[in-house]
């Protein structure tokens, strides 16, 4: 790899870098030798070529970063020396098996294979008629979500150690029980942290409110009932569902971007796995006979 698609201000730093230890050390750098190389090559090192569109790719990156129309003299020749030195250095890390040893290089050449795959075919948009059956196909996928209005009565235990808190929501709910109003016995509770706006939200939503226990307890509420004492973050809430709207099936037109999204992701999964098993069927794997 060459530095196709790189800043030229990394290439030449990398480039900079290597100078000066080779300076300090008192090693000489190795000249590019000037004899025939193939065509569509600038240079070829250790037998692999550094092709003329990767030269001529870097070239106008670094007149772009610099902000000129021109080069200065020598540019040209730095930089291809920087080139053959991001190449002998690539060539270097492979011999001593650094992607392998390094978990995040591991990782981002394992992404970037993974991207390469799902990508190297340019296919059509998909039509209409292909994202109506994808749509028809996976109907539950695309129903509209569950819409909660959730009203609550906060105890704060900041300072208090929770208890007293605890105690006074105990005591509303026993107020509540007993047939006060949820809005009287709010006047007696604390500000909660995060007021909750008024309206249908989804679950996601509320967890950003709430915290996830006390949202998946609003979730399960039934009827109008309250809560009792929910500990969630800092502090004890009673929660009430005052409105909720069941999770619906959706129209094609109203989700159509997603369900193109969705039929684009499937189709490149689809397509990983199809070059993992090829992959797969070619390589020897060995495994003991019980489980690690």
Known sequence: MTALGRSP?????????????????????????????PKGAVAVVNGTAITTVDYQQALQALKSDRKRQS???????RVLERLVDEELLLQRALALDIPRQDGKIRASLTRAM????VGEVEEAPPSEAALEAHFEAHRDYFRQPTLLEVEQIFFSTAGD????????????????????????????????????PRGLLPLGKLVDYLGPTAARTAS?????????PVLSGDG???????ARSGSAPASFTDVREQVAVDYRRRADDRRLREYLEGLR???????PKEAP
């Not at 990394?10 to 190389?37: C, N």
């Not at 150690?161 to 006060?180: H, M």
Request: proline share 5%.
């Open 9 to 37: 201000t990394v290439v030449l730093a990398v480039g900079a870098t290597i100078g000066v230890l080779m300076a300090a050390y008192g090693i000489a750098r190795p000249s590019i030798e000037h004899r025939d190389v």
């Open 71 to 77: 080069l200065e003299p020598g540019d040209r020749e």
């Open 114 to 117: 993974i991207a390469s795959i």
């Open 161 to 196: 150690g929770g208890a007293p808190a605890l105690g006074r929501a105990q005591a509303a709910t026993g107020r509540l029980k007993a047939g006060e109003s949820f809005e009287d016995v709010a006047r007696d509770a604390d500000s909660p942290p995060v007021a909750l």
């Open 220 to 228: 399960e509420l039934e009827g109008d009932g309250a809560s009792g």
């Open 236 to 242: 004890y809430r009673l929660l009430r569902v005052t």
């Open 281 to 287: 069927a070619e390589a020897e794997l060995r495994r």
